[in-house]
């Protein structure tokens, strides 16, 4: 890569929460940022506007990333405004949203696996060598099938998790290609809609966990600068976890698993 050449980014899920977070941080970091959003288009223009602020570009796109009409516009808008891609981050998740879980049982594999795939395949005509792409995750999703679920999030954390393993299954083609693949797990975040979510369900769970690692849980911020931090930091190697947060280890395991 041309290091005299402004870095670009695509975050999805970039109106809020973690992504927001990691659209700013790499702003910070001299990156142009084109951000996804499924229905929040004021925010993320919010979001755009505080990129640009930090003397880069900036580019809100709708899109329902489970929807291939909507990633081909996407990818056709992101030709346009860029002739590159250095850094995916894929950021957007679901399956805690009980309309679309109700009309559509299997709404979590489709956007937690199918899009994630979906979105790597679109957006590797345009990052060159040297280029990242970055998964988020949970830590229980990616420990799921050794550690106790939250009820609730287990339809998230077993998608979640599959779409992992599928993109580390690329892994090898992808290093052909040169380019880099890197997993940041965070704790519960505080802030964010997922635990909000699950503390309707699941009332005390966010204190318990903060009583688990015994101090504070991550904010969006925390998750935002390790997710650039990553990005721009080369001697991670290929297939690295970055952990947010309480140590994975600090998750209960299941009954009969032993910890680590």
Not at 111 to 127: C, K, S, T, V, Y
Not at 135 to 142: C, D, I, K, L, Y
Request: glycine share 10%.
């Amino acid at each position: 890569m041309d290091a005299d050449r402004r870095l670009v980014a695509l975050v999805t899920g970039g109106s809020r929460g973690v992504g927001a977070a990691a659209a700013l941080s790499l702003a910070d970091r001299g990156s142009d940022v084109l951000i996804t959003y499924r229905n929040k288009a004021a925010r993320a223009s919010e979001v755009a506007n505080e990129v640009m602020q930090r003397g880069v570009g900036a580019l809100p796109v709708g899109c329902d990333i489970t929807k291939q009409e909507d990633r081909d516009r996407l990818f056709a808008i992101l030709m346009e405004w860029s002739d590159h891609l250095d850094l995916l981050v894929l950021n957007a998740s679901g399956g805690l949203e009980r309309d679309l879980v109700t009309a559509d049982p299997q709404y979590p594999m489709r956007i937690n696996h199918d899009a994630q795939l979906a979105l790597l395949d679109g957006a590797l005509p345009l990052m060159p060598r040297g280029a990242t792409v970055i998964f988020v995750t949970s830590h229980w999703a990616h420990r799921y099938g050794e550690v106790e679920q939250f009820p609730a999030y287990t339809p998230v954390a077993a998608s979640k998790h599959v779409g992992e393993q599928a993109l580390r299954r690329r892994q090898d083609r992808l290093t052909e290609q040169g380019i880099r693949l890197l997993v940041v797990t965070g704790d519960l975040i505080e802030g964010t809609i997922t635990p909000k979510l699950l503390e309707r369900v699941a009332p005390g769970c966010i204190e318990q966990r903060r009583d688990d690692v015994v101090g504070s849980l991550p904010t969006t911020t925390d998750m935002g600068e390790a997710i650039a931090i990553s990005a721009t930091d080369t001697t991670l190697p290929s297939g690295h976890t970055v952990v947010v947060g309480g140590p994975l280890e600090s998750l209960r395991p299941v009954a009969g698993t032993p910890e680590g």
